[in-house]
């Protein structure tokens, strides 16, 4: 893939002189450990205090920070109690139209869904069989990224909000639909809230990276996801960040969709604090649809939810400050939790995963869509809520994916669409660790 050996080159000629410095300091032990990126033209390095000094010093290094904690973006209620499935399909999954795409045969096969959580446990009925673990040659490091060693062969939950959001996304067992994309095969990342073991954005990065290149082979694309699906973030409400607009995944991201990864954020729970209070980094705004994220809509499908963090976002360029970009349910949403289990929460954790399903399913009907044409359908199809326009509550609205597939059928068009539009929607309102970045960091446009 020529994205990733861009990337790769890149690192590798303007890395050299940083990382024959840093071995120094390692032979002195005054360097721990170091690990070079790719996917953002940065080093890993766990070092002394003084030495992290020193190195910031360095000719090659543009910047240097300390490493912190990034946390998934928690249910605001967790109802557990549902120990066995529900025979049906789940309301969220509807409300987006979904089983008008499945009526025509789009259910995400041969598609592959990718999420940043807590992990995903991979022996829940609704999951197992859709892990790309099973798959005869897939091996578990191309198809599940464990750097905290918690379990490096095969996916578990550190927690259940991972098992929870995979679940929306494609989950579902015989007569029983939670999921999206359910014909769609899963890998994961476990990087976020792992037990005791902080959560850090040097591990989210690597997570990306892992993304980009699952089977670390850069000429083989068969195993790079559609989606990256995101229920985290970081908030300056709770002290996660200095300020909003903290550009640390932003290169990351820009070459993973480059990679041809749509990525997506959950706006954030914070919607109770009032405007401005999304989390970064959903609240970056430098195109209309970067970073893509999702706000969640209450119980009725009808109404933005309380919770739901509210734009206008205050890292933009120009007048492109309206956030979310789009809403899904997210309340009441019930999916898989580990054990075998079924449980309703609430967030815009739950509604992301509708939205990442959704790119599963247009990826079918269009395997060669870019990321921003993926991105422009769900916009441009969308269900107008609200105000009239977009706003800053539920930005343009509900998505259809059914009708966003119409927008990137190949030609000639052969796709249906039958909408229900939900009652009461008014369509016509409606620590010492440290991340030191390389001079002339590399960032790529998209490749279409």
């Not at 549902?82 to 969220?92: C, F, K, P, R, Y």
């Not at 195993?223 to 229920?231: A, G, Q, R, T, Y």
């Not at 991201?253 to 401005?276: H, K, R």
Request: charged share 15%.
């Amino acid at each position: 893939m020529q994205v990733v050996t861009t990337l790769q080159d890149k690192a590798k000629s303007t890395q050299n002189d940083v990382l024959n410095y840093l071995s120094m300091h390692q032979k002195q032990r005054n360097v721990l450990s170091y690990k070079p990126l790719w996917i953002v033209n940065a080093v890993i390095v766990k070092a002394k205090s003084k030495t992290i000094i020193e190195i910031s010093k360095h000719k090659d290094v543009s910047f240097i920070y300390l490493d912190y904690i990034i946390t998934s973006i928690l249910p605001t209620e967790r109802t557990a109690g549902l120990a066995t499935s529900i025979a049906g399909v789940e309301d969220g999954v509807t409300l987006i139209n979904a089983d008008c795409l499945w009526a025509q045969g789009y259910t995400g096969n041969g598609r592959i869904v990718s999420h940043l959580d807590t992990g995903v446990d991979a022996s829940h009925p609704a999951l197992s069989s859709k892990w790309l673990g099973t798959v005869p040659g897939i091996t578990a490091a191309e198809s599940w990224f464990d750097p905290n060693g918690l379990s490096p062969s095969f996916p578990v939950d550190s927690g259940s909000h991972g098992t929870h959001t995979m679940g929306t996304i494609l989950g579902s067992t015989p007569g029983d639909i939670i999921g999206v994309a359910y014909d769609a095969k899963w890998i994961s990342a476990g990087v976020i809230d792992i037990g005791g073991i902080s959560g850090t954005v040097t591990n989210a990065l690597l997570a990306f990276q892992w993304t980009a290149d699952p089977d670390g082979n850069p000429f083989t694309v068969t195993d790079v996801p559609d989606v990256s699906s995101n229920s985290w973030g970081l908030s300056p409400i709770y002290g996660h960040v200095p300020s909003a607009c903290d550009t640390t995944f932003w290169a990351a991201i820009d070459n993973l969709e480059a990679a041809t990864v749509v990525v997506l954020f959950a706006a954030g729970n914070e919607g109770g604090f009032g405007v401005s209070t999304l989390r970064t980094p959903a609240d970056r705004a430098t195109t209309f649809n970067n970073a893509f994220s999702v706000g969640a809509l209450d119980a009725t499908g009808s109404n933005i939810a309380s919770y739901s963090s509210r734009g206008p976002s205050t890292c933009a360029t120009g007048t492109m400050t309206i956030k979310p970009e789009v809403v899904a349910r997210g309340s009441a949403v019930r999916s898989s939790i580990p054990g075998g289990g079924y449980a309703n929460f609430n967030g815009t954790s739950m509604a992301t995963p509708h939205v990442a399903g959704a790119v599963a399913l247009l990826r079918e009907v269009n395997p060669n869509a870019t990321v921003d044409q993926i991105k422009d359908a769900l916009i441009l199809s969308s269900i107008d809520l609200g105000a009239a326009g977009e706003d800053n509550n539920y930005g343009h609205g509900l998505i259809d994916v059914c009708a966003a597939a119409l927008l990137i059928t190949p030609c000639p068009a052969f796709l249906s669409i039958t909408t229900d539009v939900p009652s009461g929607i008014d369509t016509q309102e409606a620590s010492n660790l440290s991340l030191i970045h390389i001079s002339e960091p590399t960032r790529l446009g998209m490749i279409s």
